[in-house]
């Protein structure tokens, strides 16, 4: 149902995209086919830091974005503190993690 | 339709939803589309420590073009009449 994102409508979102990004953003407006825009768009890109000067985390500000449908595999509402928790235990319990992995439509 | 109305049956339930990129994530059923877009309520993921990121989902929607496996609880579902409404909607239509 093309309702199916309107409680978010102005809403602060993450939205996971199939080649793995993570882009936050607020949801100006949807279609039923998932085009998204978002204002104030940002990319969360996580990293494993090599060195004491490198971040885990960088968000990478992208402005007013459109994400086409297609390229939609999550979207979701953001849990309260846990970004922030996770900022300041220095991103504890992320040595083991894995990026997301690119949808892939079949495997051989 | 079968399946669009065989998951609207199992709103309300814990499903966990394996995505083609091999997350799994586990939620209740808050609602399913007709594309089989679905949403979940409570989302936790399976793997947490491989995918920490993650952790802030609280309630999603998902794409029904992402979804590779639904996983349903077996005590929901009566195989024998699912089987035989799909059998029902695959059957040649009578000519009339």
Known sequence: MATALKEWKDNEVF???CDGRY???TLAGYDQLQNLVLKEAQERVYQLPKSDDEDTLEMVPLGLYLIRGDNVAIVSDIREGVFEQQANS???GFENAEG???????KF | MLFYSFFKTLVGKEVAVELKNDVVLTGTLHSVDQYLNVKLNNVQVVDKHKYPQLLALKNCFIRGSVVRYIQIPTGEVDTELLQDAARKENAPQKAS
């Open chain 1, 15 to 17: 939205v996971i995209t």
């Open chain 1, 23 to 25: 882009i936050q953003g």
């Open chain 1, 90 to 92: 220095n991103f504890e």
């Open chain 1, 100 to 106: 997301i992995h690119p949808v892939v439509q079949a």
